[in-house]
């Protein structure tokens, strides 16, 4: 887990170099070594280098813990997709799949209202132009998820398995980053918008 903290430590530091700020040796060593010793898959999974040193440099606090902390689940990876012979209807929450959020598991593996942060998904650009923040929430299960195997639905028709295709058979580094209510949040909610005052 040290290389992924270097990784996550040496980005930045690059990440603030493109903006003109000096970076330290140490750091630039500390990088070059992570980037032999770490697959391409392991931070980010757009294959843009850039975004995924911008996506890294910009982690908040927790998702940095994350980042950090070891796996709670290694589980191998596939995609679905609604309609086309896909994934139709609810998942079994009673909630509607969302895309890029909703995750299929072996509920005696991953129970269901799991919140996880999977960090191949940091970075990822989605379909809108929005970049992966890594959280997913386990709401649905299937009959052929069984053990460490997770399913990601990504949304609507084959197409929209596009962003996260390197994924798709894959083992990911999943965390435990907590439990939710309800169903799964489309997106982080917006900051609320500046209100003039008026005279």
């Not at 609810?90 to 959020?101: E, Q």
């Not at 399913?151 to 894959?170: E, F, H, I, K, V």
Request: glycine content about 10%; hydrophobic content about 40%.
């Amino acid at each position: 887990m040290r290389f992924a903290v270097a990784a996550i430590v040496s980005l930045a530091a690059l990440a603030s170099s493109a903006m003109g700020e000096p970076v330290a040796y140490d750091a630039v060593v500390a990088h070059e070594r992570t980037a032999s010793e770490t697959p391409d898959t392991t931070i980010g999974s757009n294959g843009d280098t850039n975004s995924d040193a911008v996506a890294i440099a910009n982690l908040t606090p927790e998702q940095a813990e994350l980042m950090a902390e070891d796996a709670d689940w290694n589980a191998h990876a596939s995609l679905y997709h609604a309609g086309g012979g896909g994934a139709t209807g609810n998942d079994s929450l009673g909630c509607r799949p969302v895309a890029m959020r909703t995750l299929a598991t072996d509920p005696r593996v991953i129970p269901r209202r799991t919140k996880v942060f999977i960090r191949e998904t940091v970075g990822l650009r989605l379909a809108d132009g929005t970049i992966h923040d890594g959280y997913w929430y386990a709401s649905d299960t299937g009959g052929s998820i069984k053990g460490q195997r997770v399913d990601l639905y990504t949304g609507n028709g084959r197409a929209s398995m596009a962003p996260a295709r390197r994924l798709n058979q894959r083992t990911l580094t999943i965390v435990r980053a907590g439990t939710f209510d309800g169903c799964p949040p489309a997106t982080v909610a917006p900051a609320a918008p500046l209100q003039m005052a008026s005279n």
